[in-house]
């Protein structure tokens, strides 16, 4: 069924289930680092403990959202989101309740379990529920909204940490999950792709993926004690991604992720921009959101609301960003972006003990936020222009399994690298000390996603689309406002776009 319109009843419906599903995973990816302070205060957790909470949320989601878009086009995008949803509140009902800071990391694990269903299922439905000609306008409005879900977050989780408690953080998922099914379950027509019926899942190019990240940061995050099981988990991580990309490479039409999508120079060095800029900025959020409260001494709220800006310049700026770079192509973005977000970055290094919100915080913010209002939409376009059509999907999904995958790796790298010890957190000048060397840690990386995007990125040549040109990344660049709006049968499995970054 794909001829329901926006304006009817049962398309406003389904645009608002939609969007609080996919809302509730967005803002636990947006809150949580505003309460990792308290929650470490309240479970007596050290660092490695508040990483994993960020991380285990991350790592399944990040390994599974691929097989989760595959699952919902075989047995019914309204069936798997529905059950996404419900797994997401129960999960999210573990966080809840948790006693110590293990069911805490394991309660998140399994949310992103759930986020991984309902992430794709989301958009998915939308493509395959509204008419062609009101699909541009549906995704639209359920990007729109995300965006304002996004802009509350921060209120929303600093005013739950500080008022009620970090608990209700997770617990308020489960009466929008309660309002959400029964919408589902009424107004969204269910859906699949017949074409799938016949293929295999990859669940095992899934598990060695998840299991090889799963054992990176293992060793990442718990380097420090420099154990032989540390050693093990490395050495075990680089071989399950080397047996990952081994599987991937023989499965070639069933492959989670085929590797022949790579033969693009312009997708492959589009992806590395992302690596580069989402690792900065994974590990920029991660320990902003410390130094606000533990050095500068903001509340949750403040902490939360600080970065505000940010989102607001996104959303008021990103498309004319997106009309600028179809003009002149992506090179020049790609270039300044990353280059503005280190500044605003290096600008942190401002925000110690008193800062000034004014003087010290809204300067680097407001530079940081036009750094990505620069380079977040001309990426995922360059991303979308670099493969032919029928693979959109597809490389949008790659490219937002990289993005996570990079901020999941920032996050345990980064204390590491910087000296930042288990307890650092609980001592203002040890992590303020600490901070400043992330900080030029993370402008660094940038600078090195800016000089890759310069020396690899090229304007899509226009009416260049044969199988050469596309093997340099020379295909004809898809409008802008065409972005989302691929027809249903082209859509592959798994096809969800990026995230702008988390809070």
């Known amino acids: 069924m794909s001829d329901v319109r926006v304006a009817s009843p049962q398309g406003k419906w389904i645009l608002l289930t939609t969007v ?55 047995y019914g995008r309204r069936k798997v989101f529905v059950i996404g949803v419900v797994w997401f509140a129960v999960a999210s009902l573990l966080c809840g309740i948790a006693p110590n800071a293990g069911v805490l990391v394991a309660a998140r694990a399994l949310q992103g379990i759930g986020g991984a269903l309902l992430t794709p299922g989301s958009l998915a439905i939308i493509q395959a529920s509204f008419h062609p000609d009101d699909r541009g306008r549906a995704v639209g409005l359920w990007s729109g909204f995300g965006g304002i879900g ?61 299991f090889a990240l799963a054992m990176v940061t293992y060793a990442l995050i718990e380097a420090r004690s420099a154990s032989v099981a540390v050693v093990v988990a490395a050495v ?20 989670m992720m085929p590797l022949d999508i790579f033969a693009s120079r ?9 690596l580069c800029v989402y690792a900065a900025l994974g590990g920029f959020f991660f320990l902003s959101a410390l130094q606000l409260q533990v050095v500068a001494g903001y509340s949750a709220l403040g902490a939360g609301t600080a970065l505000l800006p940010t989102t607001a310049l996104m959303l008021l700026l990103s498309a004319r960003s997106g009309e600028l770079a179809e003009r002149i192509g992506p090179r020049v973005p790609l270039t300044v972006g990353p280059l503005l977000c280190a500044a605003g970055m290096l600008l942190m290094l401002r925000v110690g003990a008193g800062a000034s919100y004014v003087g010290d915080v809204l300067p680097a913010v ?23 059509t029928e693979r959109a999907g597809l490389a949008s999904g790659v490219n937002n399994a990289a993005a996570r995958a990079a901020g999941l790796v920032a996050v345990a790298a980064l204390p590491l690298v910087t000296g930042m010890g288990a307890e650092a957190y609980r001592s203002a000048a040890a992590f303020d000390a600490a901070f400043g060397r992330a900080m030029v840690v993370c402008a660094g990386v940038l600078v ?46 798994g096809a969800v776009p990026p995230d702008p970054p988390s809070r």
């Open 366 to 388: 407001l530079v940081l936020g036009l750094g990505l209002v620069s380079l977040v939409a001309p990426l995922t376009a360059s991303v979308l222009a670099s493969v032919g």
């Open 236 to 255: 075990v991580g680089i071989a399950a991604g080397v047996a990952f990309v081994s599987v991937e490479r023989r499965r070639a039409g069933d492959a």
């Open 266 to 274: 312009q997708f492959t060095a589009v992806n590395l921009v992302t």
């Open 150 to 210: 996004a802009a509350v977050g921060p209120f929303l989780g600093g005013w739950l940490v500080d008022g009620p408690g970090w608990r209700w953080v997770f617990l308020i998922n489960v009466p929008v999950a309660v309002f959400c099914v029964p919408i589902a379950v009424r107004h969204v027509p269910e859906s699949g792709d017949g074409r799938t019926q016949h293929g295999r899942f990859d669940v095992l190019g899934a598990a060695l993926g998840a």
């Open 448 to 493: 090195v996603g800016s000089v890759l995007a310069f020396l690899t990125v090229r304007r899509p040549g226009v009416g260049c689309a044969t199988p050469e040109c596309r093997t340099h990344g020379c295909v004809t660049a898809p409008p802008l406002e065409g972005v989302g709006t691929v027809e249903e049968g082209d859509r592959p499995l």
């Open 20 to 74: 609080l599903g996919s809302s509730m995973a967005l803002l636990d990816s947006t809150v949580v680092n505003v309460a990792l302070p308290r929650i470490g205060r309240d479970l007596d957790a050290d660092l490695g403990a508040l990483q994993w909470t960020v991380n285990a949320y991350m790592l399944t989601l990040a390994g599974l959202i691929l097989l989760g878009g595959s699952l919902g086009d075989r």
